[in-house]
């Protein structure tokens, strides 16, 4: 003990040394071929799952669609029929709405009505965080979601600043979505207990329409349905990466604002704010 | 190479020791069945809503994994330091931290929403992600631990009828220091993206500072090896059996309390150049909501500053008492309890801060309000449970004391 320090000396014979550099080797390759090689049980899964980029982006290169909205709060009325036909056709559960609207006061002290749906974030820090790629940012500017693939940690939860995210705490019960069929049909499936879920600018819609020669945000298959079924016409949706889309031209004639752009996490839903101002 | 084992007497049962595993077998069941209600009915059994949606289970994760820092913070010691003397208390140090990353890959694994996925970060990676991150280092270090640990395990006289599994394990454990400084390697990465995990986060004011990694990892550095130290102590008053020299223990103490020193300096000057001189609007909006509607002002001070730092630092450091086992055991349990509160306030806390991002002034996310349920609990004292069980039952039956030369004096004296 007197002496302090003490050399630990490695004593490895060139027999031990090829044991343990064998195990490693050995071990590497199994886990590759186990994981994505061909004994792994997850080749039954799409290639794009594992890959977790944008395939499911049809012909559309990227650079060619950057899905965007305006939302009009100087047109908005607060009816919350977006939130409703958003509810019926996404089948999202009360209490989870993917799409909200609040009424809030301006400075004034006029009250004028807010709404918000996902905010589709080109630098999103819920695609960032996300330690299964679950969530993604496709090539036409969309944040998707894999539900086969979240694990429900609500990491993404946690990050997004926008409080655009739901996790579905329980089972769903069978009729618990009231705004069906009066508000919509559901397109899309249920999401199943213990994972997240958020809004999608219903892509199924997006899909399908460009797949058919729709142009969304102007042919009614192809655009979100809170866009659909605003009475007012406060909510624009198109290809922002389109010079002479209906909603390029909104954003170039108004004066329009994005949520908390000190975040830097550069949203692609705009908003116009009301006259009398914020 | 049978004498390797230790000569133990046959009187291990005694009753105390009957009622104490005892007392841990219903605590295991207790977490048995809350987590088979989680399982069956989902996370909707606690309290963790949208608003608040990391509570008990992330804090129980993030202490456990800080309270193993002794495994590599002494592995470094022995391995990168060259403090073979230290090499006595290494197994236990790596046994403990065994114990408190399967603690907390087991709450991890209540956590989350679809536990039957718990594969699905080695199969799809996310580089980016800080968590993706700590789930592979921790994994790895788990691997890790267990391997350096092997050796000590076949040393067991039940090991006797298959001497090829012990001249493995015996072949591993040469490999013990390259496995100790990878060890450490990967340790000094997870530990500090634990704190990034948060730090990294910026629509969360009292989250997003450069600080949060380095605090994180020193807290660990500096509680770890006390707990290391304080079961040591405990393991001989309960015993009787001096199994590791006090002067390593002795020596142990002094450290923390210098690591928690460097804490406590870091800490104080994040405090002021984050609160008080940074002044960013969101963050002082944060802290005054915290300081008005919610205890954090309390926790911070009482349970951090006084527990978790003044206390273990006066013990472990100044003369009259850092001599007396049973000082630096109420320290370490301090140092401890000073941790679990650090990151309780972290992660439940931070989060009951609404965010802001509409642009009117009304409406506003209410503060989030969280108290763990049932189940949570339920949960969280099956994991202790466990916890104590794996150390009770490692202490008392694994050659975990590994001092190479008293090994003759090992078994006397029960």
Redesign the interface.
């Known amino acids: ?1 007197s002496k ?5 000396k ?3 014979t060139r027999r ?1 040394f090829l ?2 550099a064998g195990a490693a080797v050995g071990s590497v390759v199994a ?1 590759e071929t186990l ?2 090689g061909l004994l792994s049980p ?1 080749a039954n899964l799409k290639q794009q ?2 890959e ?1 980029v944008a395939e499911a982006v049809h012909e559309s290169g990227a650079g060619v669609f950057h899905w965007g909205m305006v939302i009009n ?1 100087d047109k908005c009325i607060g009816c919350a029929y977006c939130q409703r036909a958003c509810s019926a056709t996404n089948d999202v559960a009360e209490g ?1 709405e993917w799409n909200i609207v ?6 004034a002290g006029n009250t ?1 009505y ?1 709404s ?1 749906p996902c905010l589709h974030c080109q630098h999103a ?1 819920c695609v ?7 969530t993604y940012l496709r090539s036409d500017g969309l944040v998707v979601m894999d539900y086969d ?7 993404c ?7 655009a ?7 769903r019960h069978v009729d618990d979505n009231a705004w069906i069929p009066t508000w919509g049909i559901p397109e899309v499936d249920r999401r199943p ?4 879920e958020k809004c999608t600018f219903c892509i199924q819609r997006i899909d399908k329409g460009l797949e058919n020669g729709l142009v969304p945000g102007e042919d009614y298959d192809a655009t979100p349905a809170c866009v659909n079924v605003c009475p007012v016409e406060a909510r624009v949706f198109g290809n922002l990466n389109d010079p002479n889309s209906k909603i390029s031209k909104v954003i170039e004639e108004n004066a329009t ?1 994005r ?2 752009e000190d ?2 996490t550069n949203p692609s839903v705009y ?1 116009i ?1 009301p006259k009398e101002g ?1 | 190479m049978a004498t390797t084992t230790l000569a133990r007497k046959p009187s291990v049962w005694t009753p105390g020791f009957l009622a104490w595993l005892g007392l841990l077998g219903v605590l295991v069941v207790i977490g048995l069945v809350s987590a088979f209600w989680v399982f069956v009915r989902g996370l909707v059994l606690t309290n963790m809503t949208d608003i608040v949606p990391w509570g008990l289970w992330i804090t129980i994760d993030l202490s456990a994994i800080a309270l193993g820092a002794g495994a590599f913070t002494l592995s470094a010691f022995v391995y990168l330091g060259g403090y073979k003397k230290y090499h006595s208390i290494v197994r236990l140090a790596v046994f403990i931290g065994f114990i408190g990353y399967t603690s907390a890959l087991l709450t991890l694994v209540m956590d989350i929403g679809r536990p039957d996925r718990f594969w699905h970060p080695w199969a799809y990676w996310n580089v980016h992600s800080v968590l993706w991150e700590i789930t592979w280092c921790i994994t790895i270090y788990l691997t890790i631990m267990i391997l350096e640990f092997l050796p000590v395990v076949t040393d067991l006289k039940f090991f006797d009828r298959w001497p090829w599994v012990r001249k493995v394990a015996h072949i591993l454990h040469k490999a013990a220091p390259v496995l100790a400084l990878l060890g450490v390697m990967v340790s000094l990465l997870h530990q500090s993206s634990l704190g990034a995990t948060y730090g990294i986060v910026k629509s969360r004011p009292i989250w997003f500072k450069p600080s949060m990694p380095i605090m994180f990892i020193l807290s660990a550095v500096a509680v770890g090896p006390a707990l290391t130290m304080a079961v040591a102590f405990v393991t001989e008053m309960i015993t009787g059996k001096r199994r590791v020299d006090h002067q390593i223990l002795f020596n142990i103490a002094r450290f923390s309390g210098f690591a928690l020193l460097v804490y406590a300096y870091i800490k104080i000057w994040d405090l002021a150049s984050v609160t008080y001189y940074g002044r960013m609007p969101a963050v002082n909006e944060a802290l005054s909501l915290l300081y008005r509607q919610t205890a954090y002002n309390f926790g911070f001070w009482f349970g951090e500053i006084i527990i978790g730092l003044v206390i273990p630092i006066i013990l472990f450091l100044v003369p009259r008492f850092n001599r007396n086992p049973k000082y630096l055991v109420l320290g370490a349990v301090c140092a401890v309890i000073g941790v679990i509160f650090n990151r309780w306030d972290i992660t439940v806390t931070g989060l009951y801060v609404p965010l802001e991002y509409s642009p009117g002034t009304q409406y506003q996310l209410p503060a989030g309000t969280y108290f763990p349920g049932l189940v949570e609990w339920g949960v969280a004292i099956g994991i202790v449970g466990y916890a104590l069980l794996m150390l009770t039952l490692g202490t008392r039956f694994l050659p975990l004391f590994g001092d190479p030369k008293p090994r003759s004096q090992a078994g006397q004296g029960d």
């Open positions: 003990m302090k320090k003490t050399k630990v490695l004593e490895l031990d044991v343990v886990a994981t994505t997850f799952q594992v977790g709060l989870m609040v009424e809030e006061k301006n400075t004028f807010f918000r820090p960032e965080v996300c330690p299964v790629k679950a693939r979240c694990i429900g940690c609500r990491y939860q946690v990050a997004c600043p926008y409080d995210r739901r996790f579905n705490w329980e089972r207990r213990g994972v997240v604002l949520l908390s975040l830097g908003y704010p914020l």
